[in-house]
């Protein structure tokens, strides 16, 4: 399927990136599990012009049911050995977003990555009318973690509770394999060519005056440039 250095320093220089999720998430898709529930991902790539791990992936999942939602990175398009965005509503509105990794495969449940890994941004998961809602904002390229790419294919794989609680999931789980390059929206670009801009038209220059009548003969030697394209010519008497 086709879509549209140590850790402390790389947080401090992330610190200083002014990249921001744009308001509207322009790219969708629907996703649909192995037991047929479908769920909606809206989503945004955001490019760094400084470095690659400063680009960010934004994205909002929806389902129409109650429960938690994980959805991670897996090269391979299995549980074990991927990376984990997994989201916990609670009752009062409040909930969770973190990052875990998996420690086997099967019933094995994940396990939060260390405080130092939780790099996500802009997280919240809220549950109204029956839906269950997450967002949050994750840098592409983050050491030790299978990274997001730009260009090229990625596999992610999702998976859907009956309960808030982080348990297992069945066969309400799938992956898909997406391309953010043959979706994100052209980066827009100026309406020039390769001729050289016209010229603005040479003006005449000013006729010479006669020279001043009399018994002397004059001659001109020469003009003065008195700017503003304005002249005087200079005459010599003989």
């Not at 990249?19 to 629907?30: K, N, V």
């Not at 099967?106 to 790099?119: I, V, Y």
């Amino acid at each position: 399927m086709k879509f549209l250095p140590t850790a402390s320093i790389l947080l401090l220089l992330k610190g200083t990136a002014s990249l921001d999720c744009p308001p509207e998430l322009s790219q969708s898709e629907t996703l649909t599990t192995k037991s047929g529930e479908s769920i909606t991902l809206d989503y945004a790539i955001v490019l760094s012009p400084v470095s690659e791990s400063l680009s960010l992936f934004c994205a909002r999942i929806t389902r129409n049911l109650e429960g938690f939602i994980g959805f991670g990175i897996s090269p391979t398009g299995k549980m074990d050995g991927g990376d984990f965005i997994i989201g916990l509503p609670e009752e009062d509105g409040t909930g969770t977003v973190r990052k875990y990794f998996a420690t086997g495969h099967g019933h094995s449940k994940p396990k939060e990555m260390d405080e130092l890994k939780q790099t996500l941004m802009s997280t919240s998961i809220v549950q109204r009318g029956g839906n269950t809602v997450m967002e949050f904002t994750k840098f592409m390229e983050e050491p030790g973690e299978h990274p997001i790419l730009a260009t090229g294919d990625n596999t992610f794989i999702y998976a859907l509770g009956n309960t808030n609680a982080l348990t297992y999931h069945g066969t309400n789980k799938n992956s898909v394999t997406v391309d953010f390059d043959t979706t994100r929206e052209p980066t827009p670009t100026s309406n020039t060519t390769d001729e050289a801009p016209e010229q603005p038209p040479e003006e005449d220059e000013a006729p010479t005056p006669d020279p001043p009548s009399g018994a002397m003969t004059m001659t001109k030697v020469g003009t003065v440039i008195l700017g503003a394209g304005a002249t005087i010519a200079v005459w010599f008497g003989l």
